[in-house]
């Protein structure tokens, strides 16, 4: 009889073990993303304008992440003049060239380039690659296109200047 509640015993400590095991498997599982969360970059590339001045248009890349991104690349599919001059290009940069060794969590670069309302419209592709702290590589494309921008109402001012200049006309028009 204490040889078959051994057995039961063992039995019943054998369940209970591999319960305990596929618990602190998930545990481990669960703690190991909580921790790939709080070390991950995330790198994102958009477009931008100066509204008031309407243009220049500005790549903006931004990590929104928490990590550091190390060995930051930013390819370009096309090449972007600066202004109007098309021999200073924005894939001439340091930035876009070499790319960056660290991009920290907030950080945010915009680069200017050529505002180029009319007559062309551009779309064009952005390859983004880079690595997390413990060597782990991501890579994004991302398309952009500066036709988002042209049904936008542009102010050559702000609203705010164009009123306090109305106000300002209309006072001495008064006097």
């Known amino acids: ?25 998930k545990l481990i599982d669960l703690n190991q993303k909580i921790i790939e969360n ?11 304008y100066d509204k008031q001045r309407q ?8 990590n929104k992440g928490k990590g550091v991104a190390y060995d930051l690349k930013v ?4 090449k972007i003049p600066i202004f109007d001059n098309k021999n200073d290009l924005l894939n001439d940069l340091e ?5 960056v060794k660290n991009f920290m969590p907030n950080e945010k670069r915009e680069f200017l380039f050529k505002n180029i309302f009319k007559p062309n419209f551009i779309k064009f592709k952005v ?30 001012k702000d609203p705010l200047f164009e009123i306090s200049d109305s106000l300002k006309e209309i006072s001495r028009k008064i006097k």
């Open 1 to 25: 009889m204490s040889s078959w509640a051994a057995f039961f015993a063992t039995v019943i400590l054998l369940i209970i073990t591999h319960l305990q095991r596929k618990d602190n498997k």
């Open 38 to 48: 709080e070390i991950k970059p995330n790198i994102l590339v958009y477009l931008d």
């Open 55 to 62: 243009g220049p248009f500005a790549i903006v890349v931004e």
């Open 75 to 78: 390819i370009l599919s096309k």
């Open 95 to 99: 930035f876009f060239r070499n790319g």
């Open 127 to 156: 390859n983004v690659e880079y690595k997390d702290i413990i060597g782990k590589e991501y890579e994004s494309e991302f398309l952009l296109d500066t036709n988002e921008f042209k049904d936008i109402r542009i102010h050559s």
